[in-house]
């Protein structure tokens, strides 16, 4: 099976937004949709990073007046109770999951510790990791971009509620057009809004590509770890 991959090891980056529906902060189908594509691609022999944004909970600026690091704050906690929802998910369908914090719930979660983290996926457990940087002013974009470098990942799945990266928002413009293969200067120059610009620097220094693809899209993260020409990559 592993022949079949162009991936051996992946950080897949969901935002909270994309497990939420109409009236559902977190929404059980969703859910198992998303973690039935993940044990397809643990099973195949692939080792899975995770890591969840929150925004379906909590917006860290949603609230102008608050002190902007208490809301971060609440961002990353919120990150952590979806963390927690996916990992309940995952073993239910027996899958072997462990939620990594980057800072200490140790009720909960383990600390994000490196070593540990890789023997994690050296013995074919998912590790979701949680709580973002652990330090306000930077986004779970950069989170993932900073654990998909210290796990080693082969690339960042970037998984979206668009299909790919287009010219303009093609939900207002449907002129937009899909746009194949880009470059982290492109993000960096155009200030284009696939993901933050800390986060695209640091996989640019590190050369790790991302693939911005539909969460979605049908059989998606299967397809994007065998390499099937499926959303935007980024190198």
Known sequence: ????????RVLLKISG?????DGKTIDDAIISNVCASIKQIRDLGVEVGIVIGGGNIWRGRQNKKMDKST????GMLATCINALALQDALEQIGVPARVMTAFAIEKVAEPFVKRNAIEHLENGRVVIFA????????????????????IEADVILLAKNVD????TDPKVDP?????????YFDILSKKLGVMDLTAATLCMENN???LVFGLN?????VRAVKGENLGTIIR
């Open 1 to 8: 099976m592993e022949n079949q991959l162009k991936y051996k």
């Open 17 to 21: 937004e994309a497990l939420s529906s």
């Open 71 to 74: 809301a971060d704050y609440m």
């Open 131 to 150: 709580g973002g940087t652990g330090n306000p002013y930077f986004s779970t974009d950069s989170g993932a971009a900073l654990r998909a470098n210290e």
């Open 164 to 167: 790919a990266v287009y010219t």
């Open 175 to 183: 002129t937009a057009k899909r746009i194949e293969e880009m470059t």
């Open 208 to 210: 790790i590509p991302i």
């Open 217 to 221: 899209v049908e059989n998606g993260i």
